[in-house]
T-cell receptor, first 117, second 109 residues
Framework: GAVVSQHPSRVICKSGTSVKIECRSL??????MFWYRQFPKKSLMLMAT?????????EQGVEKDKFLINHASLTLSTLTVTSAHPEDSSFYIC?????????????FGDGTRLSIL | GQNIDQPTEMTATEGAIVQINCTYQ??????LFWYQQHAGEAPTFLSY??LDGLEEKGRFSSFLSRSKGYSYLLLKELQMKDSASYLC??????????WGAGTKLIIKP
């Protein structure tokens, strides 16, 4: 149980392109989803926390207009990297919590490797 | 500030036992998690501790001492597939997950 699907797994595109990444909880309802990015050999960096039906909470230093997050349902959150540039190239990972936080772990999607040329 | 410390890298031998330590200083405590992350892949959940003591799950065990701000992950009967990074994460009083930088575990035959 607690499967999170993330799509696409890899994107290569030109500078200036907008890229949408989807994160779905397949067998549970996720009231809260998280978006991370990770650079090679570095720790996970939380970008934003997304609650269904409300605006995402962004971490300090993360541009809201650059990284658009939509959590329209209890099973789907999307991250759109707008007008992507080479410095946005990274590994983006979503995670979701089943029910209330409490003792529930975050279950991760498989990640999206984004490469901007 | 909030801080989680774990060794950057460890090396162990196939079939042996290894202990990965994690110390933390956070604003409040609502549980500690261990995750495994293979290179190029997303983390997978290993264990959760919220009370002091040892939690055992097959070859993996995790220990917590809240008074010392300390945890360890114990891996027994090491296999080559256990080569990965192991991430320690603490949930603080705001239920935010604070991540350690991870310990890269190298298993040698």
């Amino acid at each position: 149980g607690a499967v999170v699907s993330q799509h696409p797994s890899r994107v290569i595109c030109k500078s200036g392109t907008s890229v949408k990444i989807e994160c779905r909880s397949l067998d549970f309802q996720a009231t809260t989803m998280f978006w991370y990015r990770q650079f090679p050999k570095k720790s996970l960096m939380l970008m934003a926390t997304s609650n269904e039906g409300s605006k995402a909470t962004y971490e300090q230093g993360v541009e809201k207009d650059k990284f658009l997050i939509n959590h329209a349902s209890l099973t789907l959150s999307t991250l759109t990297v707008t007008s992507a540039h080479p410095e946005d190239s990274s590994f983006y990972i979503c995670s979701a919590i089943q029910g209330m936080a409490g003792s529930q772990p975050q279950h991760f999607g498989d990640g999206t490797r984004l490469s901007i040329l | 500030g909030q801080n989680i410390d774990q060794p950057t890298e460890m090396t162990a031998t196939e079939g042996a036992i290894v202990q990965i330590n994690c110390t933390y200083q956070t604003s409040g405590f609502n549980g500690l998690f261990w995750y495994q992350q293979h290179a190029g892949e997303a983390p997978t959940f290993l264990s959760y501790n919220v009370l002091d003591g040892l939690e055992e799950k097959g070859r993996f065990s995790s220990f917590l001492s809240r008074s010392k701000g300390y945890s360890y992950l114990l891996l027994k009967e090491l296999q080559m597939k256990d080569s990965a990074s192991y991430l320690c994460a603490v949930r603080d009083s705001n239920y935010q997950l604070i991540w350690g930088a991870g310990t890269k575990l190298i298993i040698k035959p």
